[in-house]
């Protein structure tokens, strides 16, 4: 199992960034895959999480992030983006794309975390 994040950068209260989850070395359509984040001096937190199994594509957001962060994938291309609008400075953190196999759904993982991790993207949002 590979996960690639990408998109990451510095931006301005406010603004918005994409970021991007390249996964390869299993079967994409198994799989849930979501984002989470860690800023300095703080404990790894769920952000969001998509699962790939079935047709529903069901999704999860944490509260602190809820109306303003959007995730969706794109299975032909094997990539789930997190897109994060209205940006806060509290959002900072390096944020990393991870994936599961078991058969939990989406509101489970942001809690529980996952199985697989990728490297992570430092979103720095600046107030």
């Known amino acids: 199992v590979q996960l690639q994040a990408s998109g990451g950068g510095l931006v301005q209260a406010g603004g918005s960034l994409r970021l991007s989850c390249a996964a390869s070395g299993f079967n994409f359509d198994y799989y849930a895959i979501g984002w989470f984040r860690q800023a300095p001096g703080k404990e790894r937190e769920g952000v969001s999480c998509i699962s790939m199994r079935g047709s529903d594509g069901s999704t999860a957001y944490a509260d602190s992030v809820k109306g303003r962060f959007t995730i969706s994938s794109d299975n032909a291309k094997r990539t789930v983006y997190l897109q994060m609008n209205s940006l806060k400075p509290e959002d900072t953190a390096v944020y990393y794309c991870?994936?599961?196999?078991?058969?939990?759904?989406?509101?489970?993982?942001?809690?529980?975390?996952?199985?697989?991790w990728g490297k992570g993207t430092l979103v720095t949002v600046s107030s």
């Open positions: 991870a994936a599961d196999l078991r058969m939990y759904d989406a509101t489970y993982y942001i809690d529980h975390g996952m199985d697989y």
